[in-house]
């Protein structure tokens, strides 16, 4: 699956010539890395349903295969997308909305 390249913006290069204190700290935590969690859907279960769990126990999710999913980052909503199959037979999101409440905290 080939990763989109993205060019830098004016700001971008201007950031990375930029050798204030301010500048390096956020240069330095772009490196941090985060779990990025993908939410296909929920199930609510008694403890007693949880507990009757077997290795071949089916839990009926409250979404369809072709519902978008969630994508989280530390139970924050980041981007909506959709599940496509890579080439290898490998499952992968495809992003179709990045998520207002994460672009109103940027900045």
Excluded: C, W
């Amino acid at each position: 699956m080939a990763i989109p390249e993205v060019q830098p913006t004016s700001d971008e290069a201007e950031d990375r010539r930029d050798t204030s204190p301010v500048n390096q700290f956020r240069r330095a935590i772009y490196g941090v890395p985060v779990t990025l969690t993908v939410s296909v859907g929920q199930r609510r279960l008694s403890v007693q349903e949880v507990l009757d769990l077997t290795p071949d126990s089916v839990i009926a999710l409250d979404s369809r295969i072709e519902d978008p999913v969630r994508l989280m980052v530390d139970d924050k909503l980041i981007a909506r997308g959709e599940l496509v199959e890579t080439d290898n037979g490998g499952i992968a999101v495809k992003i179709t909305e990045i998520a207002e409440e994460a672009d109103a905290s940027e900045g």
